[in-house]
């Protein structure tokens, strides 16, 4: 066993902790040799930071290009390219028709995603998906949505949309006449756990899009998913496009806020046709699990409390919820819509087309109500735990005007959420009942 001498406690574990003046010239010594290792150990670990920086970097087709102060997600690695994956890029974006769309759908293994790639695919549209398949929700869930898309020939390119050569790469395989982007970290509570990964996803990451976009020959059209959430505090109803949008009442809702203003930019700069849907309360079948609708069923089902919130004096909060078909047809009908981006090659050549759409249900109903329908369809009595609404990013009511869609898009939502949630209930228990998979 190791004897401690006197000088191993005059070694202090910190510099700091050194009193130079107590030592003996041996202890300096000691201390001199003891300093030079330190100072060898923290160079070795500095050149390999500075190596693991380069390798980072560097373009590769096995990438990871992500600034490293964000999510712990997005630093994991993707692998693609080489000729069979080239060739399944191809064909998963032809068409079928000569004047068919060719669409690069951004997000497509999430809820909104996969409807829209699926309905874009059955009408003869070229489509393919990118995703990077992240944890905020249980990833078998988007790993089910991408074999349901490969069973109707959509392929998901695994990547990160900061990832610019994989980007780049896509645009060089496929001529992309547009570019559906919904790829984002939502969720409004989330964003106070992790901040870093909405300015990530919504705000780094569509700029990524837009760059490249931008230099593609031929630019596509991009249309995008903003959010109901940029009408943040407002109390005039219902929600207009024409309505200020100046006081976002999450880190979620100020990114999508951010969005909208940089989408002008590459509009007025570079010509790109760009259209930003703000979309209300989406749901149905593969729904996202961080939705109430969704996590009511769970915790109804499980005999677990659910917490109803309610604003000041005693004030309902609503929501203006609308069904996943609705908003697939808005998506679509703004694909169609849009006009082609005006530049090429980075240079804009004329003024180009820049819309915002709300696309909403124009039919808020109460929170408790919601769970009263739930109660129904499941032949389950809540247990309601009636809770203040949590000032961390909800707002009391959303309620959309729809007629500036109504009249560019055609689009007239016909599902109510009796019917919608029906549909939901029946899907989630045959997914979840099937006795494989359970609701995390
Ligand atoms: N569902 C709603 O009620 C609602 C309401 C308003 C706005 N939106 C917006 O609509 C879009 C789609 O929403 P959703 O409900 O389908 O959400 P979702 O989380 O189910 O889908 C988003 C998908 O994007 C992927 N993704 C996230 N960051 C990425 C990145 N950096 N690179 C590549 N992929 C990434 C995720 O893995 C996920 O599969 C989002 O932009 C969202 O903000 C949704």
Redesign the pocket.
Known sequence: MKQMSHIDHDIPSTPGKFKMEKSSYMNRIRWHYSSLAKLTFWSFVLFLGLILVFFFKSPTSTSSPLPSDLSRR?LRTYSWGGPAWEKRVRASSRTRSRNGLSVLV?????????HVSAALKRRGDGVLG?????D??DPSL?RARQALLERSGVFIVE????DIALLKKLFEVVAFTHVM???????VRYAMENPS?YV???IA?LVSILEVCKSANPQPAIV??????VYGLNTKVPFSEKDRTDQPASL?AAT?KAGEEIAHTYNHIYGLSLTGL??????GPW??PD?AYFFFTKDILKGKSVPIFEAANHGTVARDF?YIDDIVKGCLAALDTAEKSTGSGGKKKGPAQLRVFNLGNTSPVPVSDLVSILERLLKVKAKRSVTKLPRNGDVQFTHANISSAQRELGYKPTTDLQTGLKKFVRWYLSYYDSGKKSAQ
């Open positions: 997005s951004t997000g497509a293994a999430g809820f909104v995603g996969t990118l995703d990077n398949f992240n905020y929700y988007k990547g990160d949309i900061n982007h919904l790829a984002a970290q939502a969720g990964s990530h996803s919504n990451g995008w998913a903003s959010s109901s959430s979620y999508k703000r979309f209300f309360t989406v749901y729904g996202r939705m609308t």
